[in-house]
Nanobody
Framework: QLVESGGDSVQPGGSLRVGCAAS????????VAWFRQAPGKEREAVSC????????LYADSVQGRFTISRDLTKNTVHLEMNSLGPEDTGVYYC?????????????????????WGQGTQVTVSS
C-alpha cells in the first residue's frame, strides 16, 4: 500500500516536498515513481528512483528543479520540488513497480507499476 502526503497550495517560485509511505513490503524490492495529472490533461511521469536507490530519472520539465529520494528507515520516497510554477499544479501520485533488489531499472510507463497511491493535490497559484 502507498500513501502520499504533503500536497499543498504554494505560490509560484515556492517549494514543496511530497512523500510516499509504503507498507507491506520494503522499497528495496521496488522502483518507485511519481506521476502527476493536471486538470484536463493526461497523467505524466515526473520522476523515478530504482530499487537500488542510486538511479533516478526525471522528466525534462522538472529536471534541475525536482529531486527524488528514498529513506529506507521509513520506507518512504520523497519528491522535493523547487521553483514551482503554475504548470506544476496537479494531483501527484506515487506508484511502485516490483523489481529485483539492487536493480538500476527506472521505469516510467504506467503499465509497469502494480501499486498506486490515492494522490495528493499540489496547487501553484498566486
Amino acid at each position: 500500500q502507498l500513501v502520499e502526503s504533503g500536497g499543498d497550495s504554494v505560490q509560484p517560485g515556492g517549494s514543496l516536498r511530497v512523500g510516499c509511505a509504503a507498507s507491506g513490503s520494503s522499497l528495496v524490492y521496488y522502483a518507485v515513481a511519481w506521476f502527476r495529472q493536471a486538470p484536463g490533461k493526461e497523467r505524466e511521469a515526473v520522476s523515478c528512483i530504482s530499487s537500488s536507490g542510486d538511479r533516478t530519472l526525471y522528466a525534462d520539465s522538472v529536471q534541475g528543479r525536482f529531486t527524488i529520494s528514498r529513506d529506507l528507515t521509513k520506507n518512504t520516497v520523497h519528491l522535493e520540488m523547487n521553483s514551482l510554477g503554475p504548470e506544476d499544479t496537479g494531483v501527484y501520485y506515487c506508484a511502485a513497480a516490483w523489481s529485483n533488489r539492487g536493480s538500476p531499472w527506472t521505469p516510467i510507463s504506467e503499465t509497469e507499476f502494480q501499486t498506486w497511491g490515492q494522490g495528493t493535490q499540489v496547487t501553484v497559484s498566486s
